[in-house]
């Protein structure tokens, strides 16, 4: 079945307790991206990658890392997590990222999101 | 930039009647357009899209969006809607130029029995 994977799905931690959440995907996408989802905000996205190796800052990149070693995974690192990070996170990945091609429209699937509540 | 406007934060419908969320978009161009619905718990799922071509794109579910170029507009429609629709709806907009989508703000839709 084709899916995104996100782990875990509720985390509660503390602030500057370094922490992943993980993206894994098995239908050999090229384009993978991070969102947070707050209230009255929509999403927003925090970092795209449009293959592997190659990684880029979306919207609200501040306080967050990711590294794209993989085709199929997609990690969000939170170095020192801090209160305004309490969100549900969303992983999404696509065929491709090309943004001018037809290819780089195609609509993005989904994980079922991390609730990350940072005290 | 592009931009993304759903004006109505929460929809109420009675269970059976017809549905319209709206969603207005900004941009010179004309932007690549999609709907998603998102269920309590789960991730955003595709209703439907828009790239070029016939104005009035049919999707999963049941729905269907009319996209108007006049207007700047990707309404989204439903004849009949079902209990199971409850749910936040998200519009998107990708164009040709960007990597990256913007998603409008969602709308909630509060099924009564």
């Known amino acids: 079945e084709a899916q995104v994977t996100q782990n875990p799905r509720y985390l509660i931690t503390v602030t500057g307790k370094k922490l992943t959440v993980t993206c894994s995907q098995n239908?050999?996408?090229?384009?993978m991206s991070w969102y947070r989802q707050d209230p009255g905000l929509g999403l927003r996205q925090i970092y795209y990658s449009m293959n592997v190796e190659v990684t880029d800052k979306g919207d609200v990149p501040e306080g967050y890392k990711v590294s794209r070693k993989e085709k199929r995974n997609f990690p969000l690192i939170l170095e020192s997590p801090s209160p305004n990070q309490t969100s549900l996170y969303f992983c999404a990945s696509s065929l491709s990222g090309d943004r001018g091609g037809i290819l780089g429209n195609q609509p993005q699937h989904f994980g079922d999101g991390t609730r990350l509540s940072i005290l | 930039a592009q931009s993304v406007t759903q004006p109505d934060i929460h929809i109420t419908v009675s269970e059976g009647a017809s549905l319209e969320l709206r969603c207005n978009y900004s941009y010179g161009a004309t932007p690549y357009l999609f709907w998603y619905v998102q269920s309590p718990g789960q991730g955003l799922q595709l209703l439907l899209k828009y790239f070029s071509g016939d104005t009035l794109v049919q999707g999963i579910k049941g729905f269907e969006a009319e996209f108007k170029r006049s207007q700047s507009s990707f309404n989204l429609r439903k004849p009949s809607v079902h209990w199971s629709d409850a749910a936040e709806y998200f519009c998107?907009?990708?164009?040709?130029?960007?990597?990256?989508?913007?998603f409008g703000r969602g709308t909630s839709l509060i099924v009564h029995p």
């Open positions: 998107a907009v990708k164009t040709g130029g960007s990597y990256i989508p913007t």
């Open positions: 239908m050999n996408h090229e384009y």
